[in-house]
C-alpha cells in the first residue's frame, strides 16, 4: 500500500523540549516538503528536500531542523528555538518535476504545553 | 504571495454541480494551475491540475478560459463528502513549493 505516513497523529511536548516529526514514503519520490497550517490559514512551507542529502529552507524555517539521509524519510525537529510551535504539520513528496503533483500525509497535530 | 482569488465560502445542494471559481490574473505563461482540497484535520488531496486545455477526471472537471486568467473546478454531482477547503494553487516555475491560500470552504447541504 504506498503512500506517505505520518506519525503520531497527536504529539504533546512541554515548552522548551525539542520534538521530533516523522514523515515516511514509500512512492519513491525525490522530493518531500514540510508545511505548517495553523487554524483558518493556508499552507505554509518549512523546509523541502529535492535529493538525499540535501535540504533547503523554506519561508518560516527558524526554529526549525530536517535531515534527508534516506530517500524514504524526512524527519522535522521542532527546537526550544520555535516561538509558536504549536500548529498542525503536514508532510509531502513528489517525484520533483516542476508540474509533478505533491501528495500529502495525514498530518501530525502538535500541542505545546 | 498569493497569486490566486478565491471566494470565501461556498454552498451548494446534495446532487448538484458544484463551480468553485478562481482568478489568477497574472499568471505566466508556464505556470499551471493546480486545484487540491482539505477536509478538517486531514492533509490535503490532490484534485487536478492543467496548464491551458480544460481537464478532467474521476473527480472533477478544470475549466480554465482562453487568457488563463480564471479557472473554475466543477464538481459535477456534489456529496456531502466533498464539503471541504479546495484551495486553487498556480505554481511558480523556480523552485517546487505550492503556495496554498486560505481557499474556498464548500459546504454540501442536504
Known amino acids: 500500500d504506498g503512500g506517505i505516513t505520518q506519525s503520531p497523529k497527536y504529539l504533546f511536548r512541554k515548552e522548551g523540549q525539542n520534538v521530533t516529526l516523522s514523515c515516511e514514503q514509500n512512492?519513491?519520490?525525490?522530493?518531500m516538503y514540510w508545511y505548517r497550517q495553523d487554524p483558518g490559514q493556508g499552507l505554509r512551507l518549512i523546509y523541502y528536500?529535492?535529493?538525499?542529502?540535501?535540504?533547503q529552507k523554506g519561508d518560516i524555517a527558524e526554529g526549525y531542523s530536517v535531515s534527508r539521509e534516506k530517500k524514504e524519510s524526512f524527519p522535522l525537529t521542532v527546537t526550544s528555538a520555535q516561538k509558536n510551535p504549536t500548529a498542525f504539520y503536514l508532510c509531502?513528496?513528489?517525484?520533483?518535476?516542476?508540474?509533478?503533483?505533491?501528495?500529502f500525509g495525514p498530518g501530525t497535530r502538535l500541542t505545546v504545553l | 504571495d498569493a497569486k490566486t482569488t478565491q471566494p470565501t465560502s461556498m454552498d451548494c445542494a446534495e446532487g448538484r454541480a458544484a463551480n468553485l471559481p478562481c482568478n489568477h490574473s497574472?499568471?505566466?505563461?508556464?505556470?499551471?494551475v493546480y486545484w487540491y482540497r482539505q477536509i478538517h484535520s486531514q492533509g490535503p488531496q490532490y484534485i487536478i491540475h492543467?496548464?491551458?486545455n480544460n481537464e478532467t477526471n474521476e473527480m472533477a472537471s478544470l475549466i480554465i478560459t482562453e487568457d488563463r486568467k480564471s479557472s473554475t473546478l466543477i464538481l459535477p454531482h456534489a456529496t456531502l463528502r466533498d464539503t471541504a477547503v479546495y484551495y486553487c494553487?498556480?505554481?511558480?516555475?523556480?523552485?517546487?513549493?505550492?503556495?496554498f491560500g486560505t481557499g474556498t470552504s464548500l459546504t454540501v447541504i442536504p
Open positions: 509531502a513528496s513528489e517525484t520533483g518535476g516542476y508540474t509533478d503533483t505533491q501528495y
Open positions: 512512492l519513491n519520490h525525490d522530493a
Open positions: 528536500s529535492q535529493i538525499v542529502n540535501d535540504f
Open positions: 497574472t499568471i505566466s505563461g508556464n505556470e499551471y
Open positions: 492543467g496548464l491551458k
Open positions: 494553487i498556480v505554481r511558480r516555475p523556480t523552485g517546487n513549493q505550492f503556495y
